[in-house]
């Protein structure tokens, strides 16, 4: 291989890994916030705690998979009171 083969390779596939990384990250965060819809999932059990989040002000229900230690947090109110 000559090395203009490999410089042409390198400059094209630095760019390739960083769009694909993008497009990725974009792809996997969509589809966390399709699943935050408020609703628990299907095997989740419904605990005593409800806290409010410090960050947003929004009370919070937390759920509970005894399957695998999963927990869900279900928006109970939408605004700070």
Partial sequence: MTMTFLAVLY???????????????IIYRRNRL??????????????????IDPTTGIKQQVWFNPRNG??????IEDKKN
Avoid: A, M
């Fill in 70 to 75: 999963e927990r869900y947090y279900q928006n």
């Fill in 11 to 25: 400059f094209i596939c630095g760019p390739l890994v960083v769009v694909i990384s993008i497009i990725g990250t």
């Fill in 34 to 51: 399709k699943r935050s819809v408020n609703e628990p999932p299907f095997e989740f059990q419904k605990t005593d705690e409800v806290f």
